[in-house]
């Protein structure tokens, strides 16, 4: 039976999750999915319990699950905590023991949404692209990473920027290998004029393109031109293929592209061992503490969170399918959550969003 973990953390996160809930029962019932879960503790919910944001149970738990359903982590009442003990430490640190070195970050534009992004709805219209984030390595995890003192007084921080080959060769398969089912196309984003990091990042694709996946076309582009390009004409990319720092912040940018960062699902998958793969499905709206437990925040990141699990994790490509094509079935009818609002449209809380989308699962099923 499937094992799954599941952490709903702070803010929004445990009510999108219950959300979920709803929607893995229905397909219990409906889609033979049968499986078994628990949930345990993770981010400022953890630390208040435990004294930890990232306890060595849920780390255990997480490394022995099938797959990891998880919410969001962070709130304001925590930003003061040491460094080690914030929030986001759980999460950095399930990403780094799990080994989850490939982050899938899809930004794809619901054709009922073209006119709710800031964007003028030509450019953003059937949308359709896919980030690919490297999500263990870089400056988010090189070392040092310090605080020191200087003789005259004054602070001196360090973060380090850092890349191996074997790194970056693993996430460059991930993106051919995505690409080849997808439009064959990727792009690499980094700054290999400024960087060094970044002309090791270029000669490892390159070499592995052209070993390995020459039947796909690969473009190189330099990180702050992908951020422009990506407003300018986003539909010009497929895969893009680029570092942790660069990755987290051109996936937000991709992210509003669609709309609104709360329609956004991600994967998290770590190397093929033995048949197993470890693997985390998130939202990559985060904790949004202004509307937390008001039911006013929108669960479909998280439903689509299900869905890439049920695809990479479970190989159930149809019930995946299913899913996605409720979600799009509810926007062509004009359900909206507040933060996808637009005049004449029918809106709803979180809960009356999943209602709209099990009936529309009754109906396509
Ligand atoms: C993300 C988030 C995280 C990151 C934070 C919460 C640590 O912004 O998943 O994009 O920076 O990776
Ligand atoms: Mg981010």
């Not at 400022?44 to 919410?71: M, N, Q, W």
């Not at 003990?85 to 023991?97: F, I, N, V, Y």
């Not at 039947?215 to 582009?221: A, K, M, N, S």
Request: with cysteine; hydrophobic share 40%; aromatic share 6%.
């Amino acid at each position: 039976m499937i094992k799954l973990l599941l952490l709903p953390g702070d803010g929004i996160g445990p009510e999108v999750m219950e959300e979920s809930k709803r929607v893995l029962g229905w397909y219990s019932k409906n889609r033979q999915f049968a499986y078994e879960s628990e949930s345990d503790l993770i981010g400022g919910t953890a630390y208040e319990k435990t004294g930890r944001s990232d306890p060595d149970e849920t780390i255990e738990k997480a490394k022995a699950a099938d797959a990891v359903l998880f919410g969001a982590v962070g709130g304001p009442q925590w930003d003061n905590l040491p460094f080690e003990k914030k929030p986001e430490r759980g999460l950095l640190r399930l990403r780094k023991d799990m080994g989850l070195f490939a982050n899938l970050r899809p930004a794809l534009c619901f054709d009922a949404l073209k006119d709710a992004s800031t964007l003028k709805p030509e450019i953003v219209a059937g949308l359709d692209i896919l980030i690919v984030r490297e999500l263990t390595g870089g400056v988010y995890f090189g070392e040092p990473k310090e605080t020191t003192t200087l003789p005259d007084g004054q602070k001196r921080a360090v973060d380090t920027q850092v890349y191996t080959t074997s790194e970056i060769e693993r996430i460059a398969r991930v993106a051919f290998e995505l690409a080849r089912v997808r439009s064959k196309r990727v792009a690499s984003a980094e700054k290999s004029n400024v960087m060094v990091t970044g002309v090791l990042w270029r000669q490892v694709v390159t070499k592995v393109h052209k070993e390995e996946f020459p039947d796909v076309e690969l473009t190189h582009i330099l990180a702050d031109n992908a951020a422009m390009q990506l407003v300018r004409n986003p539909k010009q990319f497929d895969v893009m293929v680029t570092d942790n720092l660069f990755g987290d912040v051109l996936s937000d940018q991709a992210a509003q592209l669609t709309g609104s960062i709360g329609m956004l699902p991600s994967a998290s998958l770590g190397a093929k061992i033995g048949g197993r793969q470890a693997a985390l499905y998130e939202p990559i709206h985060g904790s949004a503490p202004d509307i937390a437990g008001k039911g006013l925040a929108n669960p479909i990141a998280g439903l689509l969170s299900f869905a890439m699990c049920l695809r990479y994790s479970f190989g159930r490509i149809e019930d995946a399918n299913l899913l996605e094509k409720a979600v799009e079935q509810v926007l062509a009818e004009g359900y909206r959550t507040g933060d996808i609002m637009q005049p004449g449209m029918n809106k709803v809380g979180t809960a009356g969003m999943t209602d709209a989308i099990l009936n529309a699962l009754d109906k396509l099923s």
